[in-house]
């Protein structure tokens, strides 16, 4: 169903947007205004919950119901929100340092639990709002205000981490792509359960160019592999590259010696094949955007509605005046 | 065989923690409350689950005291000590009165079990003469249990396990008692066991036999039901009343209950119980953490429920930034401490009051939150259903105290009809109310609630400092001071619309007041009445509201010359009033983990009273 009488601007609240000129978020922002009113929510019902950071100031900037909250807990004020009231639309904002780091632990629940949310994780691979640390998604080595001889953490692989957490929708898009983003914003939406998107977000003052492989037109084309359902999985600036599985084990192949029907073709239920494509992570292999895993899955607010009828079924609607008297009681008279 | 009536007894069952002394205690202490009598309890639990049988630090305990007269705590000396090795009667003799009866396993005094407790072997303390002052009954439980059971074809460990029933029933002789409700809970319990079930009533009928045929024992006591005031009574437990609190509270208030938690002792049985009530629409969630708990119960609020969450000290210590996000949204929330022994990890399964300062004070910024402490089991009921009015009413986050000796505790109680609870308002706004400003305040000083899915009303709501009327985010200095007083004035204002506080005992004009908060209600109770029957000039109030504290607090502690503080800590509720009215009070601190016993505040009072 789709809600004609909005357009992107009734999702613009009249707060001034005060991220730095140049930022990633801003593209991000506009896409989401834009595909709200296309998801057929009245806007009472959509709730943007966040965390901290730069990416966290979102929802000020959404003409809908919502909370910047504190650091790392968007997803654990979601869980509740959602359980309380099944019948909203929840939106999370968080970024690599709050739900990673922070609030790491939250979020492996959430995808467990599959609360019907839909996490927008912007991945900038830097501490942005507190000038510049590295962050769990920085690359080793990398050289901060906090690490002057280059970071030792290994970072994190947050579509590894989030297959792992046995999450039920898992996508990855970018700042840089607004029509790509658009979709996956749809498609996040969509999804019954909860939806994991990670945005590739440009930190054009601490982290410029982080994702400059995957956004510049000399190279986008060999650095990137967008999926598709159903597709063989095909790269390369003339669409010359594909990959395939040879076992466990995918190898890139020219498509002059291989032929389409030789290729890896991309099933977002499979889940294994999903993990497969999350270890894209390193400069050999394109790295995938798009859809990689989606499962149905019952939701934990299902669930628990469920369980509240069934309870109402076996043992009636709770009478206040009957539990206040328990089992035993005696009179003195 | 002679029968003599008593007034009151204390009556304190000891074993092995894997014995089934919590349940042979609980069990007695239903039966005596259905019977009529007045009681109190106290468990006392190591722990460890399974601690290494045998040992010290194994002992499980669970003391009752019940009467024909009211009774206010569980007693400071027993009259009957129930032991079923020898490391809980060393662990439990001091406990005992000169002249007190000792029941005893003798199968837990063998070698093993002397050695395990820390006796040599040849100083068993039943055959040394150092138990004379007592009259000791000795039976081997564990042999007379598997004689009765010899024709049933459980294991021995499962008709082992029946022991505690021939105790129980034991004592029920002794008692004058019916066996009829335990036998009733056995049939529930066990209903899908029938061989279990049969062994457990036999075993029972087996301890009451013994009890009517064997000399040991010669004399049976009777203990008349209590003449306590007109009504229904049922017994209960404090964990169990703050449930029940709950579930009025969001009844009442016509909100939907959300409770979040994360297991930690002794808080875990209001969830248990609340996991129970799903027919009553309560949705209980159990959290990754206690972050996490909280912050669901904070999107639960903010969602339109009554969000709840329950913990002890360390929990809330892991919650406090959170508790300052809902001080800063002003959403309700209700805040359950139900505190045990710290710092730290400190003593789990022990009692304290030490977490008082931590709930008045314990968060960044200028962030008062409204404090309100329940005094015995059956308090918690109608104290935390006002901790979840203030809540509802004020727009405020809001801290409920209790404590493990209350939690685990019981008492009877006049329990009330549901028409007799107070509504509690909400104060919800209307879809599309187009002057709606989130931070708008009424007179007083709380704001209006809009929630999602409210027309019209949308807007946003975060920890960042907000503008006066719009809540949209503003550095502005002097906005930020104006947001800090008006929001503690807000709490403040709550004096307003509690009750103005009372004494519980005793005259204006007292020579000395005993000012108490919390758990120590029942000792400081048994205490004034005493002192009062003695002629002692003194009185007794005792806190329910602790931030703010009712109106009239300060001109009712200035009327007396003495002020007496006894709080199972270093010292809190003192710092409070000593900061406010500058009134020097007089602190008495005992931080042992256990409660205090009457006679040693009653001594403190002769103390002060009589001295300059």
Known sequence: ?333 | MTKETVEKVVIFFAGDSGDGIQLTGSQFTNTAALYGNDLSTFPDFPAEIRAPQGTLAGVSGFQISFGSTEIFTPGDECDVLVVMNVAALKANINRLKKGGAIIVNTDGFDKRNLKLAGFDEDKNPLLDNSLSDYRVNEMNIIKLTRECLVDVSLGVKEKDRCKNMFVLGFVYWMYNRSLDHTIEFLNQKFKNKPDVLDANIRVLKAGYNFANTCEISSTRFEVKPAKMALGNYRNIMGNQATAIGLIAASQMSGLDLFYGSYPITPASDILHELAKHKNFGVRSFQAEDEIAAISACIGASFGGALGVTATSGPGIALKGEAIGLAFMLEIPLVIVNVQRGGPSTGLPTKTEQSDLLQAVYGRNGEAPVPVVSASTPSDCFESVMEACRIAIEHMTPVFFLSDGYIANGAEPWLYPQSKDLKKISVPMSKVNNTDYLPYKRNEKFVREWAIPGMSGLEHRVGGLEKENLTGNVSYDSNNHEFMVKTRAKKVDEIANYIPNQELDAGSKNAKVLVLGWGSTYGAIKTAVKELLNEGYSVAHTHLRYINPFPKNLESLIRKYDKVLIPEINNGQLIKLIRDKYVVDAIPMNKIQGIPFEAREIKNQIIELHDGE
């Open chain 1, 1 to 333: 169903m789709e809600n004609k009488e909005y357009t992107a601007k009734d999702f613009s609240s009249d707060q001034e947007v005060r991220w730095c000129p140049g930022c990633g978020d801003y593209s991000i922002l506009k896409q989401v205004q834009s595909v709200m009113p296309l998801i057929g929510v009245p806007k009472e019902n959509i709730v943007f919950i966040s965390g901290i950071g730069c990416s966290s100031r979102f929802p000020y900037y959404m003409e809908t119901f919502g909370m910047h909250s504190i650091h790392g807990r968007a997803t654990a004020i979601a869980s509740g929100l959602k359980a309380a009231r099944p019948d909203l639309s929840v939106w999370i904002i968080t970024g690599d340092g709050d739900s990673l780091s922070i609030g790491g632990n939250h979020l492996i629940h959430l995808l467990r639990r599959n609360f019907d949310t839909n996490i927008l994780l912007f991945n900038n691979q830097i501490y942005g709002l507190t000038k510049g640390q590295y962050s769990p998604t920085s690359e080793k080595g990398k050289k901060t205000k906090s690490t002057p001889m280059g970071s030792i953490d290994h970072p994190f692989n947050p579509l590894a981490l989030c297959i792992g957490a046995d999450a039920t929708f898992v996508a990855r898009s970018m700042d840089r792509d607004p029509k790509h983003l658009r979709e996956m914003l749809i498609r996040s939406n969509d999804h019954k359960g909860t939806s994991l998107l990670e945005i590739y977000q440009n930190c054009n003052v601490f982290n410029d160019g982080a994702f400059f492989g995957m956004t510049d037109k000399a190279t986008k084309m060999n650095q990137t592999l967008f999926l598709e359902n159903k597709k063989p999985l095909v790269f390369g600036e003339n669409k010359d590259k594909g990959i395939r599985l040879e076992g466990f084990k995918p190898v890139i192949v020219s498509l002059n010696d291989f032929s389409l029907e030789d290729l890896w073709v991309h099933d977002e239920n499979d889940r294994v094949k999903a993990g497969l494509l999350t270890r894209f992570f390193d400069a050999d292999f394109p790295r995938p955007f798009g859809v990689f895993y989606c499962e149905k899955r019952p939701t934990y607010e299902d669930a628990l509605v469920q369980q509240i009828e069934d309870a109402i079924e076996v043992k009636d609607k709770g009478d206040l005046d009957s539990l206040l008297k328990g089992s035993n009681t005696w009179t003195i008279d």
